[in-house]
């Protein structure tokens, strides 16, 4: 698929070639764990199905185009992809990172990788020359989300990818919230864009996958290694059920912005809310760079409730119609979480408190509803 292909063309057709058997427009479900091979070592390219499945390919091929990138590597989750990045470290290796980021991110950081010997530095990254007082001879990756989660901080890619390559470092940027649609990584200078697919690129809240997109050989190769040895693979079901979610993902997204949009501006004007989060106000931290690097400004939105206690804001979060209160997002459907209980619970009370995400606070995944629904339902559960 030509790269001067518009985004909604390839995400439709990238990687999808007829089945040269049948001459099926959609890629078969190549459900098979092993492959007959002609004679010892001699096969078609497939071996076993921990390493290679064509229905998988198809879909790393897509994923790969949208982000304007050489190579895929999926795996099982987006946990499972975030676990692959940091075994390219080793012991006594640095890392630096955000201040707010997911909690998975965080507990894997800080329960599964700093054990072995690996040091990560927590700061905030809305001012990219924070990061080069962290850096020393130790210092390897820098791993960063934007929009953060779940405060929606914005992080200049640009001027973290000069930094990352005066110093040879890998930038890693989470490009979950903003989509491939929103945002390319990559043609800003990171290194490697994670995705986990399960949100807006799945899109329908049926799968859980993640995504490496790099245009390094060399790292590709080695992730590549990673995911055939450790096995986080996903099966061919999931891949299939990706790709067809995204060759909606363009329309579903122009939804999620239109919808956002709606839903952050009546929030921002209700009595009982005291913050809301969203990247696409003016006042918004860091706005000017959002526009820069963003499209759009995404269904992501968080609110801080005006004096509420704890009680109040489970009463809230479960007062919803439309709105499903739940973990994830990106589906389809519109749910609120509780970041502190839920998504971040992992993260220590102090900790998630100076990065904003306090006990009041509510975030919002906004679906592709009728707004007028979603608003309706937003008025009776903050009435």
């Known amino acids: 698929m030509k790269s001067t292909y518009k985004f909604g063309t390839r995400a439709i057709h990238a990687g999808a070639e007829p089945d040269p058997s049948t001459g099926a427009i959609m890629t078969p479900i190549f459900q098979t764990s092993t492959y007959v091979q002609e004679s010892p070592g001699k096969n078609k390219g497939y071996g076993y199905a921990r390493g290679k499945n064509p229905t998988r390919e198809a879909l790393q091929k897509n994923i790969a185009a949208l ?72 210092t390897k990756l820098i791993w960063t989300e934007t929009p953060t989660n779940p405060t929606m901080k914005i992080v200049d890619i640009e001027a973290c990818s000069a930094i990352a390559k005066k110093h040879q470092l890998t930038l890693v940027v989470d490009n979950t919230f903003a989509s491939p649609y929103l945002q390319n990584p990559l043609d800003m200078g990171a290194d490697i864009v994670m995705h986990s697919v399960t949100k807006y690129l799945g899109g329908h809240s049926d799968v859980v996958m993640g995504a490496l997109i790099t245009n390094s050989d060399a790292l590709h190769e080695q992730l590549y290694f990673i995911l055939n040895a450790c096995g986080a693979n996903p099966g061919p079901m999931d891949s299939f059920l990706v790709m067809r979610g995204i060759k909606t993902l363009h329309v579903r997204m122009e939804r999620h912005c239109h919808n956002g949009r709606i839903v952050a501006e009546f929030l921002k004007n209700h009595s009982k809310i005291e913050k809301v989060y969203w990247p696409g106000f003016p006042e918004h931290p860091n706005h000017a760079i959002a526009k820069k690097q963003m499209r759009d400004f995404g269904g992501m939105i968080s609110i801080v409730l005006k004096k509420a206690s704890l009680e109040d804001t489970f009463k809230i979060a479960s007062s919803f119609h439309v709105f499903s209160l739940a973990e994830s997002l990106g589906g389809v459907e519109s749910l609120i979480n509780h970041p502190a209980t839920m998504t971040h619970a992992s993260i220590p009370k102090a900790e998630r408190e100076k990065a904003g995400v306090v006990d009041n606070l509510l975030r919002l995944s906004v679906g592709i509803e009728d707004a007028e629904d979603l608003i309706n339902d937003l008025k009776q559960a903050l009435a």
Do not use: Q, W
């Open 67 to 138: 982000e304007n990138g050489k190579h895929c590597v999926c795996f099982s989750s987006g946990m499972g992809a975030t676990d692959a990045v940091m075994k390219l470290l080793k012991p006594g290796d640095e890392v630096i990172t955000g201040d707010d980021l997911y909690g998975g991110s965080y507990r894997i950081f800080t329960k599964i990788f700093e054990p072995y010997g690996i040091k990560f530095h927590f700061i905030d990254l809305t001012d990219a020359s924070n990061i080069e007082k962290y850096i020393n001879k130790k």
